[in-house]
């Protein structure tokens, strides 16, 4: 169900009728305020000052022809010409009925489209850490909102697996391997990366064999392959336990690496050249871009191959979008990548426009967020100083969500806890970010996020247990909800056009690709309900019709909570 597009395609034939160009723009909006009605046409003033006519002499002549009958209880023009909407409560009643009933809480099948999505991208033989707290939640919930609504995602997770540090990561791998015989090297990844490191750095004769490594892996010698292949599984085996913990649905297949593009590299080096787009300059190879200048003003450069013949994270890129593009068939492609990296995405999608690897018509969305800060508004570390640690960062939020959850259920039994604890604890971090717009830095305050107030997943989850403690308290099967929805009183019918936006509500998302759009209706529709839940009771209702079609209203709001946050990757519970 979606009111916005039917009163749109309701109010374009309208203006069309008395002369409005056929591609009029009827701009249909949800009203901010309740005397404006429950929808706004905005479009009258625009239309109006194109055809020549006073915006009011339009919209009067636009009412003569629209027809919302058994609709609309009211229409009315406000002000210099918008036109409001008042639904009628007959109708929204047949459309909860109809709603209910429905597949999919009444969202229409869409045209289904290959959508990708690049996120989580951590980075072999490291841990994963709050720099990638944001793309993989949000990117997720982006995944999830898409295949929901009948698209084919792909989960794309580009994760670092190539480089020159490999052959450093194989040398010591191998020194490991030798000294301990045994395959438990690795257990500790960023301790293994730093004093691989440390023996690079300090060891002539290891940087030596480092070096070789990278020049045998590039060119796919079979024991240096082994030894990588190795260190990647290692590093996505933990990073699964990570996904899994946290309710991301990205799994092992899902990995498209850095390495994935590698044998593309050369080719696109050399097609490059051959369409004049690259030159050499100073031994590297080099794209100017002349939409990029420099400090000094001139065409900025973009290395694609450097002098010693290695390759660069652009050149992967630019690879990459072309192979989602005529392999993987992407009709868009979603980037869920931090705002720093914004120039290098948009030199390196020029680079694949002007090549022609993409056409125009595809888009390649780079989906930013700003950085996670603590709450001194400086980079989210740890006390010493030093990155936190996703694992860590979880732990934590079990711990203090095991403390506040035992507190409010001082008789629940250990394991009933745990259970509780983890969904809550998980859910406030992966709620927080995902309930803000992500474009801006992001400040991490524990506190804020496990709060039972506000908007945060402690409160919509209780706000879901509450609703359906409606039902048990009448003892009945929220599924066996007879009768039909009938609704008298305001409030039902606030509750129920906001009920029947949550499809206007998710294709804005998918839209956008910002999900903090669903967190903030989710959170509107819970407050609807405690004043509708307050005001209109249900189990002591006036008649049995009455309690019967607010059960109705109450079970739509219970599926829709539960749905919008499953899009959300926000676990629910019965009772808490
Ligand atoms: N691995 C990179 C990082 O940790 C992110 C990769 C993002 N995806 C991409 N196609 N560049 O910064």
Redesign the pocket.
Known sequence: MNIQALLSEKVSHAMIAVGAPADCEPQVRQSAKAQFGDYQANGMMAVAKKMGMPPRQLAEKVLEQLDLSGIAAKVEIAGPGFINIFLAQEWLSAQIDGVLTAPKLGVAPVAPKTVVI?YS???VAKEMHVG?VRSTIIGDAAARTLEFLGHKVIRAN???DWGTQFGMLIAFLEKQQSEHHEAIALADLEAFYREAKRTYDEDPAFAERARGYVVKLQGGDEYCRKMWKQLVDVTMTQNQLIYDRMNVTLTRDDVMGESLYNDMLPGIVADLKAKGLAVESEGATVVFLDEYKNKEGEPMGVIIRKKDGGYLYTTT?IA?AKYRYETLKADRVL?Y?DSR?HQHLMQAWTIVRKAGYVPDSIPLEHHMFGMMLGKDGKPFKTRAGGTIKLSDLLDEAVDRATKLVAEKNPDMPADELNALANIVGIGAVKYADLSKSRTTDYIFDWDNMLAFEGNTAPYMQYAYTRVLSVFRKAGIDAEAVSGVTRIVDDREAALAVRLLQFEETITQVARDGMPHVMCAYLYDLAGLFSGFYEHCPILNAEDEATKQSRLRLALLTAKTLKQGLDTLGIETVERM
């Open positions: 690049d991208a951590p980075n990638h580009h994760v670092g890129d990459c980037y990548i990296q």
